[in-house]
């Protein structure tokens, strides 16, 4: 149990562009999700966290206008990269979990999706 | 505030010996603590996590890890390694009133040679 999907696992895009990531729990309902991004060699850093139904929280230093994040339901979160450039080719992953506020309750993560900027 | 330290970038063992991967965590509210792995190109995995019962924590891949509240330490150790075992491997803090988000250290990755 607890499986989380991403789409796609793999996109390049030209500079300028949006690309759109989808996080999916497949068997729970995950009312918060939060995104990630991982360059190669580093650790994972929060980009932000989304609670269904509400605003998406955004970690200080990540631009909220530039990547957009919807929680529309409590199996599906997506992320917009807008106006792509180069420098936000990453590695972005999601994870979900469960239960609301509980700090003591694991996050189940998605494959991730490699985003390449051209 | 939370942190996590890993001490070690990267450790190597020889097939079979003892898996030992260090991690520090410093946090003002009693701590939730989670080792995950990661393999290239893909998410994390949970191997196991301390939520304030037991101190010594087994998970799975025959992983486990002890917290120790005097030494500000949840290290994660495995009496024998196998090659399977070759990935990244992250310690995590969460706790207080985060909202559940967990704060990862830099990473340590595990080689195993045959």
């Known amino acids: 149990g607890a499986v989380v999907s991403q789409h796609p696992s793999r996109v390049i895009c030209k500079s300028g562009t949006s690309v759109k990531i989808e996080c999916r729990s497949l068997d729970f309902q995950a009312t918060t999700m939060f995104w990630y991004r991982q360059f190669p060699k580093q650790s994972l850093m929060l980009m932000a966290t989304s609670n269904e139904g509400s605003k998406a929280t955004y970690e200080q230093g990540v631009e909220k206008d530039k990547f957009l994040i919807n929680h529309a339901s409590l199996t599906l979160s997506t992320l917009t990269v807008t106006s792509a450039h180069p420098e936000d080719s990453s590695f972005y992953i999601c994870s979900a979990s469960g239960l609301a506020g509980g700090p003591q309750h694991e996050q189940y993560f998605g494959p991730g999706t490699r985003l390449t900027v051209t | 505030a939370q942190s996590v330290t890993q001490l070690g970038s990267h450790v190597s063992v020889s097939e079979g010996a003892l898996v030992l991967l260090r991690c520090n965590y410093s946090s003002s509210v009693p701590p939730y603590l989670f080792w995950y792995v990661q393999y290239p190109n893909q998410g994390l995995q949970l191997l196991l996590k301390?939520?304030?019962?037991?101190?010594l924590v087994k998970g799975i891949n025959g992983f486990e890890a002890e917290f120790k509240k005097s030494e500000t330490s949840f290290h994660l150790t495995k009496p024998s390694a196998h090659m399977s075992d070759a990935a990244e491997y992250f310690c995590?803090?969460?706790?207080?009133?985060?909202?559940?988000?967990?704060?990862f250290g830099q990473g340590t990755e595990l080689s195993v040679k045959p």
């Open positions: 301390y939520t304030s019962a037991a101190t």
């Open positions: 995590a803090v969460s706790g207080g009133n985060q909202g559940g988000k967990l704060i």
